[in-house]
Each structure stands twice: as structure tokens, then as C-alpha cells.
């Protein structure tokens, strides 16, 4: 699909990221790699030689002017239109995440939200209703909807995911702390803080 | 300090959980790279090795005694005493992670809540109380906190990580969608889920 190493795809949202904040924060036109990298503790030549993977960005001198590269980076990742986003599980994390401002400036929308519990059916949780799972595959696959984000119990997660990808999800945020089974055509991403707190303290005393 | 990659040592939580999974929800006593590798989507071979840095741990034809490893690996990454931790930022994301119960059977315990706005002070999260900002410095130093999470509005965040570094923590999860500067001896790991999805994006169509 790409010969484009994906630890680079995963550097681009974080320079589309970086690059935001420094038009609409600090009123930046223009930057420079080297100002770039050294904002996120990364080389400028690495940053270069990401970006080189699709195109030329910059000149010599002048640099990156960032609304060009904003967009470009947009078009890059697939965000010059809006995800919608189903969430599943309306606990704590479930509740966290429908509230969180910070998917729609960034290019998602959480559309739906579901869960297992019948007594959290018909809830609101902020401007939306919270459905039964037993909607979850049919209403995936009328609204076609392609990105789902799961925090469920882990005793409950295989199944969910294999109904999202029944009724035809192609991406996955889990928040689950187990490894989930998809097909090699769906993607996945975790986060568990958990397995980021370990890798830290192995280098601590 | 070490001269194991540090993708090797990000790995090392991912086998434990999931032996520590074989172990409790389905009683396995020994397990093989094999086994352990389908389970993950890890080649066999990239466990053997990434377990070959630190020792011998499995035999030819027996496989690794699960419990064996589970507890190599918890010395490893310096698990044998629980971690305390400190939280800040009592919002919705705070609360779900004050009243997250993965974290204690995995060698961590938020001990200490902290929060900006004066009218949270005082309330109750779980079992906890939220304490002011203003006491976060002097509460890390006394109780000799090294690990924190960090759940805050982006405005105020590099702040409250140089108080927390000024107060002697060496570890800190962030979940503020920006890069923050910490000293090279301060270990930093961020969640965004945004940047997740957007590197998602990026394979589908």
C-alpha cells in the first residue's frame, strides 16, 4: 500500500500538530526545520528527510511557509474531511473521550456512542444518546462509518472489535489493555498507560 | 545507562501483561516464544531475541516457565515494589484515571490528586481528595514522588511539569497534546489519541 515506513507516518501528526500551534498560537507564517526539531526534541534532519517522502516543502533560506504545509500534511494523513467516530463504552474513559474538545479541530467528530449496560441506554452524554450494543453493528454499517474507538471491559473487547469490523470499521483506537485480532486490512493503535509507565521505570533506580 | 533499545524495553510491558494474562484467565504454567508471539503479532524469533538481552529464560523444548518470566520481567522494569503516583488535573479524563483499577494489579497506585481550580479542591475522587495546586511541589518532595500523570489544559502544562521536575519527579505521562521539555534525566511518554488516529488515517482511503 506504501513503502513508506510507518514510524514516519507516525511522526507526521505530530508535526501537523507542532505546526498549528505555532501559526495560531505564536502567529507563525513561516518556520524551519531546525525550529521545528527543536521544538519536539526531534533533528531537523529527520524532520527533512520525513517530509522529503512527499514532496519538496520548503526553500532553501526561506523554509516551510506552515499553512502550505498544514495542508499538504492534511491531505498527506486523509483530513481534508472530517471523521465521524464511534465510540464504544460509556464507563469513566468512555465519558472522558465523548466530552474531549480536542477530536473536532483536529479532524474527528464522535458521532455515536454505545454500551452494554441497559441501564446507561437512552443516557445522554453530551449532545448524544447513548445506544445499546445490539445497534452497534447495524448502525456501523448504514452510516458507514470507518473509525471506532473501544474502551470496554477486556472480556467483552474481541467481540466488539469482530463486530466492528463486521459491519465494516477500518481503524481502531483501543483502550483496552489486551492485543485484539484484526484483519491485516483494518488498522489498529492501543493505549494503555500502564505499558507506557513500565517502559518508563525500567530506567528508573 | 543502558545500551538496549529502547524499542526492546517498550516491548518488555507488552509480553508481561499478556503472560500474566496465560497465567490468570487460562492457568498456563509454560509458554513458548511461539505461542506467545501468535498471540501478539510478534515474531517468535524478535521475542527470543528482545528476552536474549537480559538472560536465558527459556529452554529448547520447554518453552519459559510463565511465572519464572512473569517476575524476571517485573525486575527488569523495576516492578518488585509498587509505584505511587501522583495525578494532576481532576477532569473528566482525571477522574477516569483516578478510578481506572488497571493500574494497582500492575504495580502502580495513584496516591495523591491534584487540581487548578479552586472549586474542585476538596472533593473526593475514588478515595482520594483533590488537592490544590499551590501544595503540588512541596507534597512531591515530601513523599518522594517519582511518577506522574498528567491530564491539564495545554496552557498551563509546561508549568506544572517543571514544578513537577523541580519537585523530583523522574517520570511523567503526559496526556496534553503538545511536546514538553524535561531534563534528559526525566523520563516523558505522551498519549494523544488524535495523533493515534491521524496515523490511521493515513491507510485508509
Do not use: C
Request: net charge negative.
Amino acid at each position: 500500500m506504501s513503502d513508506i515506513p510507518d514510524i514516519v507516518i507516525g511522526r507526521l501528526p505530530v508535526y501537523l500538530r507542532e505546526l498549528k500551534r505555532l501559526a495560531q498560537e505564536e502567529g507563525k507564517v513561516t518556520t524551519s526545520s531546525h525550529e521545528l526539531g527543536k521544538r519536539l526534541g526531534i533533528s531537523s534532519a529527520q524532520i527533512r528527510k520525513d517530509l522529503s517522502h512527499f514532496g519538496e516543502f520548503g526553500k532553501q533560506g526561506t523554509g516551510y511557509h506552515i499553512n502550505y504545509l498544514v495542508e499538504k500534511l492534511q491531505e498527506i494523513l486523509h483530513l481534508a474531511h472530517e471523521w465521524p467516530v464511534a465510540l464504544v463504552g460509556a464507563g469513566y474513559l468512555g465519558h472522558a473521550l465523548a466530552n474531549y474538545a480536542g477530536f473536532q479541530p483536529r479532524g474527528f467528530r464522535i458521532k455515536w456512542v454505545f454500551d452494554i449496560n441497559p441501564e446507561k441506554i437512552g443516557a445522554a452524554i453530551g449532545d448524544l444518546t447513548i445506544q445499546g450494543i445490539n445497534e452497534l453493528r447495524t448502525t456501523i454499517a448504514r452510516e458507514n462509518v470507518k473509525m471506532a474507538i473501544i474502551a470496554v471491559p477486556v472480556s467483552v473487547a474481541q467481540e466488539i472489535t469482530d463486530t466492528l469490523v463486521e459491519g465494516g470499521v477500518k481503524a481502531i483506537l483501543s483502550y483496552v489493555p489486551i492485543h485484539l485480532e484484526v484483519p491485516d486490512n483494518v488498522q489498529i493503535s492501543y493505549s494503555d498507560p500502564v505499558t507506557q509507565m513500565q517502559r518508563m521505570t525500567y530506567y528508573l533506580e
